[in-house]
């Protein structure tokens, strides 16, 4: 069956680094848009960044510039580098497969995701 595995999360300072990993199985995973999302406190879950088969990427406004999304596909692996971040990147992370080989925004075109993991930044 598939399977999404987070792992990279933990606690960083202000302006430091993290970088999320999510390793695929159960699915062809170079046939698939990916993405990541996010849920911070008393949040709604929202898009970080997606990347579609071709390795098109997507990001939203607020981490532009910040984070990067990349794919290894002989690994079966996603990625979510994150540098600078702030107070307010501070949220459960979630992996998620996309229903085709595109990236669409809308979470109607995730049809698994992994079971979150937690980046909190804080001093």
């Known amino acids: 069956q598939v399977q999404l595995v987070e792992s990279g999360g933990g606690l960083v300072q202000p302006g430091g680094s993290l970088r999320l990993s999510c390793v695929a199985s159960?699915?062809?995973?170079?046939?698939?848009?990916m993405g990541w999302y996010r849920q911070g406190p008393g949040k709604e879950r929202e898009l970080v960044a997606g990347?579609?088969?071709?390795?098109?990427?997507d990001y939203v406004k607020s981490v532009e510039g910040r984070f990067t999304i990349s794919r290894d596909n002989a690994k079966n692996t996603m990625y979510l580098q994150m540098n600078s971040l702030r107070p307010d990147d501070t949220a459960v992370y979630y992996c998620a497969k996309q229903t085709h080989e595109y990236f669409h925004r809308d979470q109607r075109f995730v049809d698994y995701w992994g079971q979150g993991i937690q980046v909190t930044v804080s001093s």
């Open positions: 990347v579609t088969r071709g390795g098109s990427t």
């Open positions: 159960g699915f062809t995973f170079s046939n698939y848009g």
